[in-house]
């Protein structure tokens, strides 16, 4: 079974470059905010992503945590590096 959930995320720090910053304004959470670092290496570049997010209802939004949405985010992060994998190749470390 799947849940849909509208989910609206906002731009709101670039320095390009080097960073940008979504954070959640319609969600799921009770804060999301997610930076997204690019950092130059030989042959390309490397992004890595800083995620801090708290979740709504207290100990059984920790509950849901530890069973659904841990698993779900995990998702979501493999997915894109697929994308980006099938888009621009895979990492080199030359």
Do not use: C
């Not at 490397?46 to 939004?61: A, K, S």
């Amino acid at each position: 079974m799947k849940i849909k959930i509208r989910w609206v995320t906002e731009i709101t720090h670039v320095n390009e470059n080097d960073f940008f910053v979504d954070e959640q304004r319609i969600g799921p959470f009770k804060m999301w905010h997610h930076e997204h670092k690019v950092i130059s290496i030989k042959n390309g570049v490397l992004m890595t992503d800083l995620v801090t997010y708290t979740l709504p209802m207290g100990l059984l939004g920790t509950l849901v945590h530890s069973l659904f949405i841990r698993k779900r985010l995990n998702k979501i992060f493999e997915f894109r590096k697929k994308a980006l994998i099938d888009i621009f190749g895979p990492f080199k470390n030359e």
